[in-house]
């Protein structure tokens, strides 16, 4: 089975390993992701803060590219997959807006492709039993707690995605990878990824706290499968403290699997986590 | 000073019922920044419902909202109260729905979203380089993050050239036609 595949716009430059490594994954599986033709920013939370039909037009572009190529979308992005699964829903739901919306972008709606979350793709799709029989290397060792964060679960009538109070499936995956899955009570509480730019100090509070707590639960490591998340939580743990790296799930996948070009990824983070690898022999 | 058609113009723009609140307070109870704010969501739906126009869209809450939805996930009236915060940024900023001047409390929010928005209407995509240059330009505060933005930098992370889609027409075209219909 294929998919079409929308990196989004920060997979092309800060979340570039998160990019490489769901690239990397997947050939080893053995499923061809087809990036979307000439695909358009989804306009991420500048777009619904300002004006919502934008919010819905720009995503709507690219279902229009969807339908075309015929495929499931997959979307490693939980903004991006958020934007577009709000949009898909619209036009599922509000025959209104779906008019306004084809008339906008130039298509009609078919509903004939779906929207899906990476991690969801690789949980259900793929199948963790099929993830776990190309382990080579178990994570023994390595202590991380599950991050799930906000668009991934929220709204959950939209997102369809797990229990949005207590999701399993990425602690489910680290089972299956070998390594230990920590439980917190924290998995989706706002890391304030929306106001890292514009209200640091704010994302800051909020970041030490999953930080915190992330150690208090006994992990080493935070585990996301946002981008956004990703970049924020490095950025905005303080100075001073030991800082806990933070993964992006397929990052463990390929590590797990034994993937040859993995080096090249951890020296893109903030917070390199080659320390805690080295140091639990996974490197 | 109260305007009693507010709760109408906001229920139409978010397409919610927010006169179906009965003031369980959960959602401030479960809101990441409530303790930053001047009112909290529960209290920001209050004023809708009061009409408490000018207060409210002079509020700090509107802007600091982070859109993580655990508001309306947990509000048993199902009211998307984020969405009603993303329609009350809109009554901020259009000077044709508001009665009389309004004080924008974040500046720097707006400037932000303005400039994300400006990058995706001319290239289809973001371009960070792009966006946080004028940011930083346009907020007078260079230096902030300046040494991870170097490591960035030269980790290749942030693209100093961008990707503009071929169909930046199409993109350009969806921004006005939505500008012209957002009311």
Known sequence: MDYSYYPGCSLESTACEYNDSVQQVFAAIGVELHELEDWNCCGASSAHSMNRLLSLALPARNLAIAQQAGRDVVMPCAACFNRHKTADHEMRTNPIRR??????????????????????????????????????RPLTGLKAVGYYGCLLVRPPEITQFENPDNPVLMDRLLDALGAEARPWSYATDCCGGGLSLTRSKVAAKLVSRLADRAREAGADAIVTSCPLCQVNLEMRQGKGSPKMPIFYFTELIGLAFGLDKTSSWWGKHLINPAGLLKSLTLL | MFDTTFIDQVNTLSEQTIQDCYHCHKCTAGCPVASEMDYGPDRVLRMVQLGEKERLLSSHDIWLCASCETCGARCPNEIDIARVIDALRQFALDTRLRPVPVVIAEPDAVKFNRLFLFVVQNMGRMHEATLLASYKLWTRNLLADMDSGAIMIMKGKVPLLPHVIKARKDVKRIFETTRMENR
């Open chain 1, 99 to 136: 008019a306004y919306l084809e008339e906008t972008v130039g298509f009609k709606f078919t509903g004939t492709v779906s929207v899906r979350p990476l991690l969801d793709i690789i949980a259900n799709d793929i199948g963790l039993e099929r993830v776990r029989s190309m382990v080579r």
